[in-house]
């Protein structure tokens, strides 16, 4: 599966913003699809997942409750809708699949920047 991750770019605090996965591929509905970010000078963390047909989804604690993750399988894209957003949460934003237990395809990623 490759991957091309769009939507990012600068907003206020408490704004929101889009993120979407581009993917390629004839595997694509088979995959978990992931958002992972990565802040300046930190390492990568993970956000948000969610399965193959779309109907479980999971969150981490840093952005549980702003963020929604979602798909859509005849697009072959997956979303990230982000809220309340916080400088915080300024990174560079990556995709990724999953294949058998393993984040085995990534994006480029898009980069969010949140003013405050």
């Known amino acids: 599966v490759q991957l091309q991750a769009s939507g990012g770019g600068l907003v206020q605090a408490g704004g929101s913003l889009r993120l979407s996965c581009a993917a390629s591929?004839?595997?694509?509905?088979?995959?978990?699809m992931g958002w992972f970010r990565q802040a300046p000078g930190k390492e990568r963390d993970f956000g948000a997942r969610?399965?193959?047909?779309?109907?479980?989804?999971y969150y981490a604690d840093s952005v549980k409750g702003r963020v929604t993750i979602s798909r859509d399988n005849a697009k072959n894209t997956v979303y990230l809708q982000m809220n309340s957003l916080k400088p915080e949460d300024t990174a560079v934003y990556y995709c990724?699949?999953?294949?058998?237990?393993?984040?085995?395809?990534w994006g480029k990623g898009t980069l969010v920047t949140v003013s405050s």
């Open positions: 969610i399965s193959g047909g779309g109907g479980y989804t």
């Open positions: 591929g004839r595997t694509f509905s088979t995959n978990a």
């Open positions: 990724a699949a999953n294949t058998a237990g393993r984040w085995d395809s």
